[in-house]
């Protein structure tokens, strides 16, 4: 079991070294392409774009807050700032997945707030080519993909890439009060 704790540590020291490196080259690159933290929810494989995130975290149980949605954890108290935490696989309609050594928390900066997002595991930092990014599949009216920006291809892997200000802005999230920040 300390073999699996060791490689989670080493593999999120891994990420924010790179999200720190990429936070000043996405900045310069990100018309013609992008730079994507990708990470697990499930069987899939998920891309949010590297400017969003602040850094990631080992999950530790958050305080429940009454009354609030299920894919609402609660809240962590993050070098005194309070931090609503997401469970990403409850929020989308994933299976439900334990919570073991892999699972992380995103901490996210959306619109000037700081939201933590619980995932399975942090995969690597991806740079995107326009040409590796394809459109966002067309569903039907009653299937929300407003928060899907499109679809990436690196090999063998396809990612689904994320609008997480999206996401966490919504409506129905509660954790932002417009779209206006």
């Known amino acids: 079991m300390d073999m699996i704790t060791d490689a989670a540590q080493v593999a ?3 990420a924010n070294r790179a999200i720190q490196a990429a936070g000043s ?4 690159s990100q018309a013609a392409h992008g730079e994507y933290l990708t990470f697990r929810l499930g069987a899939e494989e998920y891309g949010i774009d590297i400017l969003r995130v602040q850094e990631i975290r080992s999950y530790e149980q958050p305080t429940r807050i009454a009354n609030a949605p299920g894919f609402l954890k609660g809240v962590v108290n993050l070098r005194g700032v309070i931090v609503p935490i997401v469970d990403l696989r409850l929020k989308l309609g994933c ?3 334990e919570y073991n050594h892999f699972t992380v928390v995103i901490v996210l900066n959306v619109r000037g707030r700081v939201v933590g997002a619980v995932v399975d595991s942090v995969s690597d930092v991806l740079e ?3 040409e590796a ?3 966002a599949p067309q569903l039907n ?3 929300d993909a407003g928060f899907i920006t499109g679809i990436g ?3 063998d892997r396809m990612l689904i890439l994320m609008d997480i200000e999206a996401l966490m802005g919504s409506s ?3 954790l932002m009060d417009s779209l206006s920040a």
């Open 153 to 155: 291809s690196v090999a």
């Open 141 to 143: 009216a009653n299937i």
């Open 133 to 135: 990014i394809r459109p």
């Open 95 to 97: 299976d439900s997945a």
């Open 12 to 14: 999120r020291h891994e």
């Open 172 to 174: 129905d999230m509660g």
């Open 25 to 28: 080259r996405a900045a310069a």
């Open 128 to 130: 995107l080519s326009g």
